[in-house]
């Protein structure tokens, strides 16, 4: 699935099964929740903390999550992902075209 057709299932999907987009601040809210949840699962598999009985580990569908609740904000706010990925990732090669290579702490 591309970014496009990401953007046009969530687009379908809200629009018969979730009846409508939660607006901007809330899915900014709901995202912000998610990645929380993301967050907990990397510290606790990844990380020094330990984790709990009752923890989750299920790390690719809470990476779905924060997937999802952002691509209803670009669908909201008019934003086109795959050009705004394809923009930053240029600007990103240019900015650090040597920067990383240069950086002894990453040899």
Known sequence: MTIEQAQTTV?????SIGVRYFNE????????????ELARIMARTYGEQSSKETD???LP???ADV???LICLA????????EAFQKNIEKKTKRDATRHL????LK
Request: proline share 0%; glycine share 6%.
């Open 11 to 15: 687009d379908e999907w809200i629009k």
């Open 25 to 36: 601040l809330t899915n900014t809210a709901i995202l912000m929740e998610e990645v929380g």
């Open 56 to 58: 989750k580990h299920n």
């Open 61 to 63: 569908d809470e990476m």
């Open 67 to 69: 997937l999802f609740v």
């Open 75 to 82: 669908n909201q706010t008019g934003v086109n992902l795959t």
């Open 102 to 105: 240069d950086n002894e702490k």
